[in-house]
């Protein structure tokens, strides 16, 4: 009987993992969807089948909720929805304080609802839905839908308004149309730049680019969706509402309170263009200066209260002990109302992807939101506690950073200094060595150096020759050692409805003795049996833990975390220490991986790109005011937005990352918008014969209104993504805070600087009228004496 040769009974599996939540013992199960499926619909799916399941498990069982990701997807929604609901009502306000007109107001505001619903259609229709960043996307957006209709709508409304006035007034629905065609051109090319200007989004690869493309292509559908409103429904409601009325012969006040307030303004910058242009100058300087200060990250911190930690123990350590280091952690936090829930999951679970082993434990920490009122400490207080247990290596961060830093870099932080090399002693040395180095430099926390170390073994060497004496191959001998010492399942068993497994394996007492595994009958193929002495060299030893690689070269990494600095100048402090400490034998090479790495690559793609789409923006000004003078000036209107956007970046806290460098490309879009309007307008006027002084003058009034509202209303809008925090704001808050800079000072500087420029540069720049026709005489003597001012 097989039972006289060994003990068969039912038993437990060899236990690699183990689970517990708030220090009782729980099964833990990991719920993962498939790919192109939205998580809360998996969410939903999975919850009703648990309420199914939750029917037939006994009554002292109960089941909870430890993490749901879906929470967080839903916050973020919910928080980018209001901030776009808020934008709307914003932008309403904005519009009703200039306009004074429910017709007006309903011209233009009518461009809101229509843009974003073509929008949303076009983006279901691309796959995208509706997501945090195509909301993201629309908010972003938002201000900037009603700019085509404002310029259409306002140009319409002063040219019906100089019609009524006038001796011989024309057909109402002529001057509708005239007025409409004057802007068509600087209306279709802001549109067909502002799309240019996003195209370097859409170059960025990795995890950057799956986040900013949505949004991207977001903001684009809707920009376009407007544009298509501004050229068909907006004229025909002008005609419908604006050309059947008497129009007041007066503006609004807040028209006229804004032109008294530039009247002065604009006749200080004719009469000293030479300081409004210095002063420009200067603030270019002075944020180009500030910019080469600010700190760099990858992306802002997610605002997640679900937490990973996780944390390693010194290799050869038992399951049993990572469960009491975790238990521990359990108990220290268990009365903090802080942290909500603490689960903790030790080794590998049966079927996880994951190769992790015993000495392997997840924390996983639910903030309440009492902790989360000051997330920052509520973490501190993970590693205080952490810090407590000898021998314990955490690594902290949310579930979204955590996954995100593994896709980065293979590892769970965001640094990762990795070493390669062809020796692992000689790898663990100069380990040891980047890891002292980075121990002292100010904001590294969760310093981890990977355990790659010697341990004992029983070494098991196969003599080939032997074997092939024998008939047996390396392949049929490693067989027999794994079932003999690992264990192999060689059938199943039906028990009461179940399969068992049926594994064979050595008793505990023979698997660790070396005569036992020497003398191992091995079957040869003449049906003889043999000793596994005879074709293997067998004996206690030494060997590495683990061994890694990566693009075949081995490797060893020593990650870490950042807290109370930005990424790249602790990146660029641990190059320097590592530089004048480690001295790399020749074979041996280092490179920084992570978050920073990541940085660099999106920052270069959109500085090529952008300058590649700076030059396009230039060719296709060009074409459109068919004036290469002109051209330069509507073009130096970008480093004025610049200079807004770096200072309120400084202001806001000093860091710049991705999604700011996102923000800018959406500055330069809207405030080439507002240089076109300008520069178009006082080329039309030089056409007609006017002498320079009155084009500056009248042609800077005349759009002043149109300016206004299209900057406040792109500039405001953004105010809901600015103020406050919380999920789904923390990548659009960078963006919104450049753009709400960039666009105050770029309105206010364009305002001022291109009339400077055009009466301090005018006898330099402006040979020729933009339209057909001779340049008058008062604009060419003007020009000969120098001075533009004193006409």
């Not at 993992?17 to 719920?31: E, H, Q, Y």
């Not at 999920?727 to 400077?756: C, D, H, N, R, Y």
């Amino acid at each position: 009987l097989l039972s006289d040769l060994a003990d068969v009974r039912i038993g437990a599996a060899l236990k690699r993992g183990d689970g517990s939540l708030d220090g009782k013992k729980a099964i833990v199960v990991l719920v993962n969807k498939q790919p192109l499926v939205d998580t809360p619909t998996v969410t939903k799916a999975v919850e009703a089948a648990m309420e199914e399941i939750k029917g037939g498990l006994p009554e002292n069982v109960k089941v909870t909720v430890t993490f749901r990701q879906s929470d967080f997807i839903d916050a973020s929604i919910k928080n980018v929805r209001n901030a776009l609901r808020d934008g709307i009502i914003i932008v309403s306000i904005i519009l009703f304080l200039f306009l004074m007109n429910w017709r007006s107001a309903i011209i233009t505001l009518s461009a809101i609802p229509l843009s974003l619903l073509i929008g949303m259609m076009l983006l279901n229709l691309f796959g995208l839905g509706i997501n945090t960043m195509t909301l993201g996307g629309l908010a972003v957006a938002i201000g900037s839908v009603v700019d085509d209709s404002i310029v259409d709508m306002e140009n319409c409304y002063r040219g019906l308004r100089k019609n009524q006035q006038a001796g011989n007034p024309l057909n109402p629905l002529q001057v509708v149309y005239n007025t409409s065609v004057e802007v068509r051109v600087s209306v279709l090319f802001s549109t067909v730049i502002i799309a240019v200007v996003f195209a370097p989004i859409f170059t960025l690869t990795g995890v950057e680019g799956r986040i900013f493309a949505p949004m991207g292509v977001a903001y684009l559908v809707s920009i376009f969706a407007s544009t298509f409103v501004a050229l068909t429904l907006s004229p025909a409601l002008c005609a419908f509402l604006l050309a059947t009325v008497q129009l007041p012969e007066e503006e609004t006040w807040v028209a006229r309170f804004s032109k008294k307030l530039y009247q002065p303004l604009i006749r200080f910058s004719l009469h000293a263009p030479s300081l409004v242009l210095l002063t420009a100058v200067a603030g270019f300087v002075a944020s180009l200066i500030i910019f080469t200060s600010l700190g760099r990250v990858f992306l802002p911190e997610f605002q997640e209260r679900s937490l990973v930690n996780a944390f390693t123990l010194y290799p050869g350590v038992s399951l049993e002990m990572t469960n009491r280091a975790g238990s521990a952690m359990q108990l220290a936090l268990k009365d903090d109302p802080r942290f909500e829930s603490v689960q903790l999951r030790s080794g590998r679970a049966p079927g996880d992807a994951d190769a992790g082993s015993v000495t392997l434990g997840h924390l996983d920490v639910e903030i309440s939101e009492e902790g989360m009122k000051d997330r920052k400490a509520t973490i501190e207080k993970l590693r205080e506690e952490f810090a407590k247990l000898p021998g314990v290596a955490p690594s902290i961060g949310g579930f979204i950073s955590h996954r995100m830093d593994e896709v980065l870099s293979g590892v769970r932080s965001a640094i990762a200094v990795k070493i390669f090399g062809p020796e692992l002693s000689e790898l663990r040395t100069i380990g040891a060595q980047v890891r002292d180095g980075m121990q002292d430099i100010p904001g590294v926390v969760d310093l981890i150096l990977e355990p790659q170390i010697p341990i004992k073994q029983v070494q098991i060497k196969f003599d080939r020759a032997a074997a092939a004496r024998y008939g047996l191959s390396v392949g049929q001998l490693a067989d027999i050692v794994e079932t003999a010492l690992n264990g192999r399942v060689v059938s199943q068993v039906l028990e009461e409805q179940q399969l068992f497994d049926l594994v064979v394996w050595l008793k505990a007492e023979y698997r660790n003795n070396l005569n036992t595994i020497s003398n191992l009958l091995v079957d040869t193929p003449t049906g003889t049996k043999i000793p596994l002495a005879q074709v293997a060299n067998i004996s206690y030893g030494t060997g590495p833990n683990t061994i890694n690689r990566e693009n075949v070269s081995r490797l060893i990494v020593v990650s870490a975390n950042v807290t109370d600095r930005d990424l790249g100048s602790v990146v660029e402090e641990i190059k320097a220490k590592v530089k004048e400490r480690v001295k790399l034998p020749s074979g041996y090479f280092i490179q920084y991986g992570g978050q920073f790495e990541s940085e660099q690559r999106a920052s270069q793609n959109l500085l090529v790109f952008g300058t590649l789409a700076l030059i396009v923006i230039a060719v296709l000004m060009y074409f459109a005011v068919k004036s290469i003078s002109a051209t330069v000036m509507i073009m130096l209107n970008l480093p004025l937005a610049l200079t807004g956007g770096i200072f309120s970046v400084a202001l806001g806290g000093g860091i710049i990352s991705v999604a700011s460098m996102v923000g800018f490309i959406t500055l330069f879009g809207v405030a080439t918008r507002n240089g076109l309007l300008l520069v178009d307008n006082y080329n039309n006027k030089l056409a007609q014969g006017m002498p320079l002084k009155q084009v500056i003058i009248e042609g800077s009034t005349e759009r002043l209104v149109a300016i206004l509202m299209t900057a406040l209303t792109s500039a405001l809008g953004m105010v809901p993504l600015v103020i406050g925090t919380g999920a789904g704001k923390e990548i659009l808050q960078p963006l919104a805070i450049v753009v709400l800079g960039g666009l105050f000072t770029s309105t206010g500087l364009t305002l001022l600087v291109l009339p400077a420029l055009y009466a301090q540069f005018g006898r330099f720049f402006i040979s020729k009228p933009i339209n057909p026709g001779i340049l008058p005489e008062e604009l060419n003597s003007s020009l000969k004496r120098g001075s533009v001012v004193g006409q």
